[in-house]
């Protein structure tokens, strides 16, 4: 007797009598061969291998495929579009979400202290791969959680000064990804923000202190940079929604002639409350990330960010196909944007020299 016959009849066919199941094989017409009697307890104990077969054998299937462990400090709802990018960048090497490549999620909501629990809950799920993107506590999270597993992370600040890699053209280990230059570029930043208000003597910087390898690369260029031209500087911190209006309430008491954003992910992630924040003072700002401009911010010069999501798909496709990262060079990004908002400059009777304006990949008006 075979277990789909069994089961047909079973589902079909029990008895009044609880203790016992009336069991009975038919032939393919559908008519009744021979008659047995089992005890409740056996026909469970039958139906318990046959069910629980069915979804070991759905999860056999679902584990053959490779599954990636993505890592973010932000949120889904954030980063919509961008996530999108990275699976494009994974169908380029053939890997299709839900077809081919599984991927676990795990979203730190804004919180640098969850990213080292969710990447050690990553660790144990032992997923082929995990990806960090956006985020330098969060790939020194994961290195601290694996030596094995493969990271690919896209972060800001120098990969081989922070201890991700051992060098640019050889990683070393199991770590490679994206330099996003966005700690290098701040002090261009800041020169940008001094031609734009030529007359500024102080200038307030914000930065996230809870990202604390990312915020001491990036201050140290931009100290240089005010250095070099002569500006005071005033830092102002915040690494929750509800500083913000704390640090331009800070700021807004010390009276500095501009702003400088920087370009850590928590605050990439708050753009409209930033800009309006800014609008509502009258401060001119600079921003690393065009997503500020295309909300009214007054300017941005930073990494083509959508593009470095997809590399990052890219590098992981290729990780998944059998390259090691200790043999995928680490890639920076070299695709930078300045951007200038016309309408925001009226709005704070501001007039940007023509010569910059000259230089800018994009003008909105």
């Not at 830092?235 to 704390?246: C, H, K, L, W, Y």
């Not at 003072?281 to 500020?292: D, G, K, S």
Request: glycine fraction near 8%; include cysteine.
């Amino acid at each position: 007797m075979t277990y789909f016959k069994l089961l047909t009849v079973l589902v079909i066919s029990p008895l009044t009598n609880l203790g016992q199941f009336d069991i009975v094989q038919c032939d393919a017409g559908g008519h009744r061969m021979q008659f047995d009697q089992l005890k409740r307890r056996e026909i469970i104990t039958l139906l318990g291998g046959i069910v629980g077969a069915w979804p070991l054998a759905a999860r056999a299937q679902q584990s053959a495929m490779p599954v990636i462990g993505f890592l973010h400090l932000t949120s889904l709802e954030t980063n919509r579009e961008n996530l999108a990018t990275f699976r494009q960048g994974l169908a380029d090497t053939g890997y299709i979400e839900g077809k081919n490549v599984v991927i676990e999620y795990r979203w730190a909501q804004g919180r640098n202290d969850q990213l080292p629990i969710l990447a050690a809950e990553l660790v144990r799920l032992q997923v082929s791969v995990i990806v960090v993107l956006e985020s330098t506590n969060g790939a020194l999270a994961a290195k601290a959680a694996t030596q094995t597993i493969p990271i690919v992370f896209m972060q800001g600040a120098d990969p081989v000064r922070i201890g991700l890699v051992d060098s640019l053209n050889q990683p070393g280990g199991n770590l490679t990804g994206i330099g996003l230059l966005a700690a290098e570029t701040a002090g261009k930043c800041l020169e940008l923000l001094i031609e734009s208000v030529p007359k500024a003597k102080s200038v307030a910087y914000l930065r996230n202190p809870t990202n604390a390898a990312f915020a001491k690369s990036e201050t140290r260029e931009v100290e240089l940079a005010a250095g070099t031209h002569g500006v005071g500087l005033l830092i102002v911190n915040a690494s929750r929604p509800s500083e913000i209006e704390t640090a331009f309430a800070d700021l807004v008491q010390q009276r500095p002639d501009a702003l400088q954003v920087s370009s850590d992910g928590f605050l990439l992630n708050h753009p409209d409350q930033i800009v309006a924040l800014a609008a509502r003072h009258a401060v001119p700002a600079i921003y690393a990330w065009p997503q500020f401009t295309e909300v009214g911010g007054l300017m941005s010069y930073g990494t083509d960010i959508r593009n470095a999501w997809r590399q990052a798909g890219n590098y992981t496709g290729r990780i998944l196909k059998g390259e090691r990262p200790a043999d995928l060079p680490v890639q920076q990004a070299t695709k930078i944007e300045l951007v200038i908002n016309l309408k925001t400059a009226k709005t704070l009777r501001l007039t940007f020299p023509i010569t910059l304006l000259g230089r800018a990949d994009r003008v909105i008006e």
